[in-house]
């Protein structure tokens, strides 16, 4: 019999590419989607299971002897104006999600072996020149504090008999969902360009090894505790920017002030384009994790070439 795992957000860009990859190892899906989500699984290991991303009701029985449970739930925090309701929705969505499965865990009468959390490098705020391991300190801002509430209550985990990981991921590239969907219809348009100095660091991990790590997390019995995803080569977003243009045959000379990104944005100009984050993942490195894509050029065509595939297949 396949081993059972649960996964929350399991219809969002990292959740999805998730269950295709472990339904595709022979895990047994449970992948959890908000109610009135017309989406449907691609492969017969998936099984989509409605819930009310708040409390366990209707998932409950799956969380008994499975072999994990991977909460990728929460709002994006990418899309839309950071408005004290979109705030309230990133932080909220996230505590419930987080309580729904401290829930479930609670009720198991045989515990789930693994729960791996979601959190993000949000949580070290903007350091400037400061490289930031696992050991680092919280940072400042809105997204530090969301990452901050949700670790601290994520901590109740370590509680119950099981092994817990919480996985602070950086930007993710791919061709189906993150910042990679929002920057290529500029580069394509001529409108592309760095934001801000362009001094300031960005951490990034491509898709597949964000889904690798996780494995990797999964199948490593002693992984446990907190783990930076990101490439081990962070880079100024100046290159980041300078290296999308040439993959996608664009200048990216058009500037955009920080100001200009300021009074638009606010908060999230700062905390999300703005910041400067160079993270490593220390723990993975030590662990022997092998990245298959730590360079940026390398990643950066890899998406672009699979965004090309999939539009040509549609």
Same mark, same amino acid.
Not at 95 to 100: S, V
Not at 159 to 180: E, K, Q, S, W, Y
Not at 214 to 228: D, S
């Given at each position: ?7 929350? &957000? ?50 409950? @029985? ?27 929705? +990133? ?11 401290? @829930? ?10 693994? +729960?791996?959390?979601? /959190?993000?490098? &949000?949580?070290?705020? /903007? ?12 940072? =400042? ?20 008999? +099981? ?47 964000? +889904? ?17 995803? /990101? ?36 908060? *999230?100009? =700062? @905390?999300?384009?703005?910041? /400067? ?10 662990? &022997? ?8 050029? @390398? ?10 595939? *999939?539009?040509?297949?549609?």
């Amino acid at each position: 019999m396949s081993e059972r795992v649960i996964i929350t &957000g399991a219809t969002g860009f990292i959740g999805g590419a998730l269950c295709r990859h472990l339904a595709g190892c022979g895990y047994e899906v449970i992948a959890l989607t908000r109610l009135g989500n017309p989406r449907r699984p691609e492969l017969p290991n998936i099984r989509m299971v409605e819930w009310d991303a708040v409390t366990c009701a209707g998932w409950t @029985e799956y969380a008994d002897g499975a072999y994990a449970i991977i909460n990728l739930a929460g709002e994006n925090v990418g899309t839309g104006s950071w408005t004290a309701e979109k705030k309230s929705k +990133i932080l909220g969505s996230r505590l419930n999600a987080i309580a729904a499965v401290l @829930e479930a865990v609670e009720q198991a009468l045989r515990k789930p072996r693994l +729960i791996i959390q979601a /959190s993000a490098i &949000g949580y070290y705020g /903007s350091r400037d020149e400061q490289i930031l391991d696992e050991q680092a300190a919280p940072g =400042r801002g809105f997204l530090a504090e969301v990452c901050r509430q949700c670790e601290k209550k994520s901590a109740r985990f370590f509680d119950f008999p +099981i092994r817990c990981a919480i996985i602070r991921l950086a930007a993710v590239l791919g061709p189906t969902g993150g910042i990679l969907t929002q920057l290529i219809p500029l580069f394509r348009k001529f409108l592309g360009g760095c934001p801000g100095s362009g001094q300031q660091w960005f951490s990034w991990i491509h898709l597949a090894d964000a +889904i690798g790590a996780i494995e990797f997390i999964m199948k490593n019995e002693t992984a446990q505790g907190i783990w930076n995803l /990101s490439a081990p080569h962070p880079v100024r977003a100046k290159e980041f920017y300078t290296r999308l243009g040439q993959v996608l045959h664009r200048p990216s000379a058009l500037p955009i002030p920080a100001l200009t990104l300021k009074l638009l944005l606010g908060d *999230k100009a =700062r @905390e999300l384009i703005l910041a /400067s984050q160079r993270v490593l993942p220390q723990h993975l490195l030590e662990a &022997g994790f092998t990245f298959r894509f730590p360079d940026i050029r @390398e990643a950066l065509l890899d998406s672009i070439e699979s965004s090309k595939i *999939k539009e040509n297949s549609l």
